[in-house]
């Protein structure tokens, strides 16, 4: 029977365990969202032993040289010792300059980090509050133009990050974990292509950033975003697109509530087949534009979309 070391403790578990059921098991803290390598919440560092990794290319080379691997990707089949991801020693701090809410149930979080940090339009950051619970969130924010790390959170159901982050204030410290590619980006290559981005919910966070940086890269083609809400109280942002679209003639904004949808998707129709889709927000709500537009003739391979996995 393979032995789990952690901590200076050892666990045995039956060979083939999952990594993170094994240490939660042995009641180690070790945060976890989707379970299917996505989020990146669950990384640990293999100090000794190799376990069988079912998804080896979820982290860079340079990542794994270091050891780090996704528990819930990890099966124990030997002996493994492993160290737990420490916020306070593995992260990089940053303070809350602002907390506010743009609509009823969306919270706008705003960081400034202990050190500048290098992103694009498109990615995620894990966050760390300082109970250590860690959850991976889309940046809205954009380098070069915004002096803070934006972040919109959806507050509508009770969840043990979004029930903190109601608490959050002015001047109090997190954690930034690993800062990860999504699916999403702009590619200068792509001006003269009509763009379709489509969110739902706090899936207009990373399509912010993305659209304020093709607009920055002197986008010539149209852009059309559509912004689906349970309700019109929380289409968030609206002062800030109207701005984008006043200075922009190629941009147009619509916004659809969730019970006008299935309507508003009968009457999609494309204005190129050059044209390219930009796709996030739950499962559900990708499914549904994704198909939608496949049905209206725009391949599969002009779809981009960012999945925001629900807690596992």
């Known amino acids: 029977m393979p032995e789990l070391r952690v901590a200076g403790q050892a666990y045995p578990v039956n060979p083939g365990s999952n990594l993170l059921d094994a240490l939660l098991a042995a009641g180690i803290a070790v945060p976890y969202s989707c379970r299917a390598g996505s989020c990146h919440a669950c990384m640990v560092r293999c100090v000794s032993g190799e376990p069988l990794d079912n998804n080896p290319d979820a982290l860079s080379a340079a ?43 969306v919270l706008r979080l705003r960081l400034a980090p202990e050190r500048p940090l290098r992103y694009r339009a498109g990615q995620h950051l894990l966050l760390w509050t300082a109970s250590g619970i860690a959850r991976p969130y889309s940046l809205a924010s954009l380098a070069g133009e915004d002096p803070w790390l934006e972040f919109h959170i959806d507050c ?16 109090d410290t997190l954690r930034l974990g690993e800062l990860r590619g999504g699916a999403l980006h702009y590619d200068p290559n792509w001006q003269q292509r009509p763009l379709l981005l489509m969110g739902a919910g706090t899936g207009l966070a990373p399509l912010y950033g993305l659209l304020r940086d093709a607009l920055r890269q002197d986008h010539q083609g ?16 609206a002062t800030e697109l109207q701005a984008l679209a006043a200075g922009h003639p190629q941009l147009q904004i ?18 190129s087949r050059q044209t390219l889709a930009l796709l996030c927000g739950q499962p559900a709500s990708i499914e549904t534009f994704s198909r939608r537009l496949y049905l209206a003739g725009l391949p599969r391979n002009q779809m981009y979309a960012d999945l925001f996995l629900p807690h596992a």
């Open 63 to 105: 990542q794994r040289a270091q050891g780090w691997r996704l528990a819930c990707q990890c099966r124990v089949v030997d002996d493994l010792n492993v160290e737990v991801f420490d916020p306070v020693r593995d992260g990089l701090p940053a303070t809350i300059a602002s907390v506010d809410w743009p609509s009823p149930n």
């Open 156 to 171: 509508r159901h009770s969840g043990a990050f979004s029930d903190a982050a109601r608490q959050f204030q002015a001047g």
């Open 222 to 237: 149209n852009i059309r975003l559509v912004h689906v809400a349970a309700h019109s109280s929380e289409h968030y942002l």
């Open 254 to 271: 619509e916004r659809v509530e969730a019970a006008e949808l299935p309507a508003a998707l009968a009457e999609l129709r494309l204005v």
